[in-house]
């Protein structure tokens, strides 16, 4: 199994950057890919961006992309996501989650392992 830790979030104004990471442990000698999710109040979990284990394949959401960039250092078991450019839409629970295999998903119930989530909120 692999555990995972979300950090970085925050209160940022609108047009502000945050980077989250997503420490990983456990049973991490094992290709895994990572994605990031995320959850407003009253709505369904989203996907945000996803990255295989090699970062050959990287996908976003198209209401994050060219604002959103994910990013894995291997060496150190850690995901990240840059998010430049915050908007207030962009205000919710973020959550980094994986699965083994190089494979990649856009659905949330493909994946196996989830963080706690981090709180990101976005002030207009």
């Known amino acids: 199994q692999v555990q995972l830790v979300e950090s970085g979030g925050g209160l940022v104004q609108a047009g502000g950057s945050l980077r989250l990471s997503c420490a990983a442990s456990?049973?991490?000698?094992?290709?895994?890919?990572v994605a990031w999710f995320r959850q407003a109040p009253g709505k369904e979990r989203e996907f945000v961006a996803v990255?295989?284990?090699?970062?050959?394949?990287?996908a976003y959401a198209d209401s994050v992309k060219g604002r959103f960039t994910i990013s894995r250092d291997n060496a150190k078991n850690t995901v990240f996501l840059q998010m430049n450019s915050l908007k207030a839409e962009d205000t919710a629970t973020y959550y980094c989650?994986?699965?083994?295999?190089?494979?990649?998903?856009?659905?949330?119930?493909?994946?196996?392992?989830w963080g706690q989530g981090t709180q990101v909120s976005v002030s207009s």
């Open positions: 989650a994986a699965v083994y295999g190089s494979s990649w998903y856009r659905v949330y119930h493909a994946y196996d392992y």
């Open positions: 456990g049973r991490t000698d094992r290709w895994y890919t």
């Open positions: 990255a295989t284990w090699n970062s050959g394949t990287t």
